[in-house]
């Protein structure tokens, strides 16, 4: 009897538990994430021989934050450029993490902010034949997507650039780079959207290279006879360079040569150290006060010292 009684007490508590799961608050945990606004952006050969994408989303004013994220992307791709969230008009970098599943990469990262942009390099969707260039590039939409915007660049000096699907329009930057765009409505999560892009190129310089040349010099594709041109004009100036310094070397070595060797400047004589104060000799004939003890000259009489040695008189 006891058990009869309790079973329709846990058949209760089953029939909530399903009904929670079934209600329109439990499923809204995983439909609250959306995209108002999404541009994805592919920039081929700018500043590196591949394809920079970089994705900026504005996520609904009706998403709660943080929200976490996560990006289906190709499964070659194994760094990101860059990840960040942007608050008061800066970006601010955000710790995120790289995953493979099912044949891909999984970014995943906390969004603290409406608006959040990440950018990495691709290497394969941009495919070279020559002049001939070519993008493939699929998007697999994670969310609900409002608006979503494709932009491609046209590389510098690109040529006969086609877009498919057919752009919607295009727009010129300061630096004169040509972008196409794709405008696209109420894409689903789930669904994948194809691009291809087209066009031709004399030249593997990246555009920022050729646009903003290193110290003001004009960057140009040399060909093989105006290398060999440049390499023996160099050549020349290294050994123009070499003899002027040589010529400097050998003015300075003989000047200090000779100066090593020139005659040392010769003396003044000095005046021998004064002596005594010397008394003249007493005339011939006259009477001395003696004679000098060291020398032998005859004194005169009042003399102290020798006249001709300076000994001192003695006696």
């Known amino acids: 009897m006891s058990l009869k009684y309790k079973l329709p007490g846990f058949g209760w508590l089953l029939l909530l538990f399903i009904f929670l799961l079934n209600s329109p608050i439990i499923r809204a945990q995983s439909d609250t994430i959306q995209f108002q606004k999404l541009a994805v952006e592919l920039w081929p050969e700018y500043d590196r021989p591949e394809v920079l994408v970089i994705y900026r989303v ?6 709660p934050l943080p929200a976490q994220l996560t990006f289906r992307l190709p499964d070659y791709v194994e760094t990101m450029h860059a990840v960040a969230v942007e608050r008061d008009d800066s970006l601010f970098t ?3 993490e790289l995953s493979r599943e099912d044949g891909a990469s999984l970014l995943t990262f906390s969004a603290t902010s409406q608006f959040v942009q990440f950018e990495y390099y691709d290497s394969v969707i941009l495919a070279k ?3 001939a260039r070519q993008i493939d590039f699929n998007f697999s939409i994670p969310y609900d997507i409002e608006a979503t915007t494709f932009q491609v660049q046209a590389p510098f000096q690109a040529q006969n650039f086609t877009l498919t699907p057919a752009p919607s329009g295009n727009f010129t930057d300061g630096d004169g780079l040509i972008y196409s765009i794709i405008d696209v409505a109420g894409l689903a999560s789930g669904e994948t959207f194809e691009l291809t892009a087209s066009y031709q190129r004399n030249t593997d310089t990246p555009s920022h290279q ?3 040349p290193t110290a003001g010099q004009t960057v140009d594709v ?3 006879s105006e290398v060999s041109v440049n390499e023996q004009n160099l ?7 070499g003899v002027g310094i040589a010529l400097l070397l050998g003015a300075g070595g003989y000047w200090w040569w000779s100066n090593q060797v020139t005659t040392p400047p010769t003396q003044e004589l000095q005046p021998p150290p004064p002596k005594a104060a010397r008394t003249p000799p007493p005339p011939p004939g006259r009477a001395t006060g003696g004679f000098c003890y060291q ?3 005859a004194l005169h009489a009042g003399a102290k010292f020798c006249h001709a040695c300076g000994a001192e008189r003695r006696g």
């Open 58 to 63: 504005e996520l609904s004013p009706n998403t």
């Open 94 to 96: 955000v710790e995120s």
């Open 129 to 131: 034949q020559g002049q």
């Open 210 to 212: 050729l646009i903003n």
């Open 222 to 224: 040399l060909t093989s």
């Open 235 to 241: 050549s020349l100036g290294y050994i123009l360079v």
């Open 295 to 297: 020398c032998g000259t």
